[in-house]
Structure formats: structure tokens, C-alpha cells
């Protein structure tokens, strides 16, 4: 499957962004999809991820401002970032998984090639 991440962009703190995700190829709806981010100078970071089945997660630095939803018809996974904060500057990743841990970045077998998010003070 082969992924194509758009809506990074320049945003002030408060605001907000919706990232999407478009995959190609295979059946979309049999995968597993997540979102990761990488801020400059800092490691990869899980954000968010979806199952095939639609239950969602999040990570705690983002539970309660982000939300990730997928679109089977449309083939696309979503990130909506509401209440942005200078610390979630970074490019972001959307990512597609069979089977795995899903804040496992070593599970994602398919990786877009990001978006960068930046959210000024």
C-alpha cells in the first residue's frame, strides 16, 4: 500500500489542522492505520492509531485535543488537532500495520512521507 500524507502547515497555538492520510494499493480496510510524529532533534513518537475495526487510540500528550477517524470508502485516515501547542511542532507520519502493538513504530509495515506541522507562539 502506498501512502500520501497532506495538511501540515503553519498554525498559530490554539489552532487547529486536519491531517489526511491517502493510501493506495491493497485493500485499505484490511489495515491498521496510525499516525507518528518526529519533532527536530527528538526520537519518532506514537500520536494516534485506528484498527481495521475502527477502535482508536491515542497517546496521552494528545488525548482530548486530537482525534484520528478513517474513511474506508474514501481510503483515507484523518488526524484532527484542535487546541495546537508549540510542542506539537514536528512532521507527521501516517503509517499502515497487519497485525502488531499499535504505538509500536517497528509494527507499521507501510510509511508515508510526512507533513510538517508548525504551530508558532
Known amino acids: 500500500v502506498q501512502l500520501q500524507a497532506s495538511g501540515g502547515g503553519l498554525v498559530q497555538a490554539g489552532g487547529s489542522l486536519r491531517l489526511s492520510c491517502a493510501a493506495s494499493?491493497?485493500?485499505?480496510?484490511?489495515?491498521?492505520m496510525g499516525w507518528f510524529r518526529q519533532a527536530p532533534g527528538k526520537e519518532r513518537e506514537f500520536v494516534a492509531s485506528i484498527s481495521w475495526s475502527a477502535n482508536a487510540f491515542h497517546a496521552d500528550s494528545v488525548k482530548g485535543r486530537f482525534t484520528i477517524s478513517r474513511d474506508n470508502a474514501k481510503k483515507t485516515v484523518y488526524l484532527q488537532m484542535n487546541s495546537l501547542k508549540p510542542e506539537d511542532t514536528a512532521v507527521y507520519y501516517c503509517?499502515?500495520?497487519?497485525?502488531?502493538?499499535?504505538?509500536?513504530?517497528?509494527?507499521?509495515?507501510?510509511w508515508g512521507q510526512g507533513t510538517l506541522v508548525t504551530v508558532s507562539s
Open positions: 494499493g491493497r485493500t485499505f480496510s484490511n489495515y491498521n
Open positions: 503509517a499502515a500495520y497487519v497485525s502488531g502493538t499499535y504505538y509500536d513504530a517497528r509494527s507499521y509495515n507501510y
